[in-house]
């Protein structure tokens, strides 16, 4: 499959967003695990659509991992990504032992070198994505929430889904929230470049 370039990459690298996709790991949708979430499959979806505008559109995809907590131990299948979210060779791919990505010190270094903007989905949003929102802030880059591209646990007999709109009220303290497809509607200077039409060949 050809891929075309968008010219916009190049004009303005530095408003070029950073999808960061957290713990895409089978820790949280596999029933009965610890980690497992029940209301995963509407966040897959909203996750998938945002992958799929990052890959067309050209906008990089930086992947963040659990590795080495007790449930994520690297070899093990609930450490591997959700079936469909593996990482293409150009992406790039972090590993931390703790909530927030910038846990990792590469992570840290490549949002931070680079100015980065970045839009965060993934899981669990009380925990990974809220911590990583708030390290983001204080470091002064700018944070995009997707909240339905998240999904949170239940916490202390709170509900799951109570515990996951608190904690997309929270973000906003620290990151802007928006929905998935607004986030693509207004990602619109990094939508996929027209694919020129060829003139038909000469009989």
């Known amino acids: 499959m050809t891929r075309h370039v968008n010219p916009a990459l190049y004009r303005r690298p530095s408003s ?3 999808l960061v996709l957290v713990d895409m790991q ?9 980690l497992a979430l029940a209301g995963i499959a509407p966040a897959l979806a909203k996750c998938r ?12 995809v930086a992947y963040v991992r659990w590795i080495g907590a007790p449930l994520f ?6 450490a591997r990504w959700i079936e469909g979210f593996e990482p293409h060779g150009c992406d ?29 989905a993934g899981f ?16 002064g880059q700018e944070v ?10 239940d916490l202390e007999g709170i509900a799951a889904d109570d515990i996951h709109r608190s904690v997309s009220a929270v ?13 693509i509607t207004a990602s619109a200077p990094f939508k996929p470049m027209p694919v020129p039409s060829r003139p038909a060949a000469r009989q």
């Open 16 to 18: 070029v967003p950073v």
């Open 26 to 34: 089978q820790e949280y949708e596999i029933v009965g695990r610890p």
């Open 49 to 60: 659509l945002a992958l799929d505008h990052a890959r067309e559109s050209g906008i990089p």
């Open 73 to 78: 131990q690297p070899g093990t299948r609930f």
């Open 92 to 120: 790039m791919i972090f590993d931390r032992d703790r909530p927030s990505c910038y846990a990792s010190p590469a992570f840290a270094d490549a949002m931070e070198r680079g100015g980065a903007q970045l839009v965060i």
């Open 124 to 139: 669990a949003g009380e925990a990974a994505c809220l911590a990583t929102a708030i390290d983001g802030f204080h470091r």
């Open 144 to 153: 995009t929430f997707l909240s339905d591209a998240s999904a949170s646990h």
């Open 171 to 183: 973000m906003r303290v620290f990151a802007d929230v928006m929905d998935t497809q607004s986030w």
